[in-house]
């Protein structure tokens, strides 16, 4: 008896647990926000700038491009103003970043406060790629003549 109620309760919470779509964005509320290096990671990963660059297009481009100001920003050069910590926060953590960091604060005032919601989230690893990309085109841009 006593393992059939726990056989029971097993499925439960598996049913629970199961199911629903796994959560990919990260709590934007935690309370204090992740540190990474200042330095962006070199020699830039081919394969993931790769994988970055689709990221790119399907999560940036509503409010991204590379040379013009569309919702956001123009994202060329970026790499080369902002450091990769500051990178990574304003990519995972936004809604924070923009209340935390003087310089995201007053872009996010120059850009009329519009937030920078990413569709369907992006986890650290995808920040990861789609910085990989902007670094790649930066390089690339860096060395044409
Ligand atoms: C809904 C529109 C929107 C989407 C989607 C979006 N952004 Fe933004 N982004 C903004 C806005 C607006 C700003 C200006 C700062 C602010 O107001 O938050 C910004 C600022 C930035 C900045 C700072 C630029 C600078 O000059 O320092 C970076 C980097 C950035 N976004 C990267 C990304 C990346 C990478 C993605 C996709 C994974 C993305 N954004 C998706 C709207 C968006």
């Known amino acids: 008896m006593k393992i059939k109620i726990i056989v ?28 990474y290096p200042d330095a962006y990671p070199l020699p830039i990963n081919e394969l993931r ?21 569309v919702i956001g920003p123009p994202l060329r050069g970026v790499t080369q103003r902002r450091t990769y910590n500051w990178m990574m926060n304003m990519i995972l953590y936004p809604d924070r970043w923009v209340k935390t960091d003087s310089v995201a604060k007053a872009l996010h005032k120059e850009y009329n406060y519009v937030q920078m919601i990413i569709p369907g989230g992006i986890t650290e690893d995808q920040a990861m790629a789609v910085i990989a990309y902007l670094q790649r085109e930066d390089a690339q841009s860096m060395s044409q003549p």
Do not use: N, Y
Not at 13 to 35: D, F, H, I, L, M
Not at 50 to 67: E, V
């Open 49 to 69: 700038a790769d994988r970055g660059k689709t990221l790119f297009q399907s999560k940036c481009t509503t409010c991204h491009d590379l040379d013009r100001k």
């Open 8 to 35: 029971v309760l097993l499925a439960i919470v598996a049913a629970a647990c199961g199911g629903g779509k796994k959560e990919t964005v990260p709590p934007s509320t935690t309370a204090t926000p992740p540190t």
